[in-house]
């Protein structure tokens, strides 16, 4: 009676413990969507025995690739203005190159009107457009980044306690005028809440942007950067190695906004998508 309930016992056990060991493996990667601000995990051809992972390219930026099982994998953003399709990866293995092709669907996204008190934030000004411009600049090079690594961590944890909107990917309307995507995720909290690392890297970027207010970047290697926007205040500076955990700031009002928040994007092979796909949101 007793080893029947034993093996009983063993029998619901076993395939919940393999169920938990496959899902610890699943985690180290983001969960795959593939539509346009979404990511797709992409087997691709080379030598899994190889130490050395295929070059994968993407739109003409490097993509990280990941090994799992016995295969390799491209963990590729998609940029939200991607049209529904086949979309193509340029592969380099030592036997050659290769296209991989992989196909996104469609996903619409909500519009958004927001009121914005100062209408210099909505209407700059040709002074403000200048110094703009040289911000755009600067963000797309940190944004840019691909510092390879032996190994990717493509794990995030949430970097503030908050509300989190769903609002990646919604068309804005500030002040009656259509501007930009939102390509974040917004997280609501009281001026001065604390800000952490959600992964260990390096501060690429730093300081105070005209729309995004005061703002850093980390480069996590393999193609994820990840940034912060409107700080109340910055606890880090250019070239700091993080910790996951490690303070980096504090949510504030700074930029252009309604009210204190995080904005929190994170870019991968330099597309901005849904930061939700990283900590198991959707
Ligand atoms: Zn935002």
């Not at 260990?200 to 005209?210: K, L, M, Q, T």
Request: net charge positive; with cysteine; proline share 8%.
């Amino acid at each position: 009676m007793k080893s029947k309930l034993l093996s009983r016992i063993l029998r619901l056990a076993l395939p919940l413990l393999l169920f938990a060991s496959l899902t610890a493996g699943a985690a180290e990667l983001p969960k795959e969507s593939r539509v346009p601000g979404g990511i797709a995990l992409v087997p691709v051809p080379g030598d899994p025995s190889n130490s050395l992972a295929p070059t994968v390219i993407f739109n003409t930026h490097r993509v990280a690739v990941v090994r799992r099982d016995d295969q390799w994998i491209a963990v590729v953003g998609i940029p939200l203005a991607e049209k529904p399709g086949e979309l193509k990866l340029k592969v380099s293995t030592p036997s050659g190159t290769t296209e991989v092709p992989f196909r996104i669907t469609d996903k619409s996204y909500r519009t958004q009107h927001l009121t914005i008190k100062n209408q210099r934030q909505v209407d700059p000004n040709p002074d403000d457009l200048k110094r703009i411009s040289t911000e755009t600049q600067r963000s797309d090079a940190a944004l840019s980044k691909f510092t390879a690594t032996d190994a990717p961590t493509l794990q995030l944890i949430s970097p503030v306690e908050g509300v989190r909107s769903d609002s990646y990917g919604s068309r804005r309307v500030f002040n009656g005028q259509p501007r930009n995507p939102h390509s974040g995720m917004d997280i609501a909290a009281p001026k001065g809440t604390p800000i952490r690392a959600p992964a260990a890297g390096v501060v690429v970027e730093a300081g105070d942007f005209f729309f995004n207010g005061n703002t850093l970047y980390i480069d996590h290697g393999d193609g994820l950067v990840t940034m912060y926007c409107h700080l109340d205040s910055i606890k880090v500076k250019l070239g700091d190695r993080l910790e996951r955990g490690d303070l980096i700031g504090t949510v504030g009002a700074t930029g252009r906004v309604t009210g204190p928040h995080l904005h929190w994007g994170v870019a991968l092979n330099r597309a901005m998508i849904d930061p939700a796909l990283f900590i198991g949101m959707k």
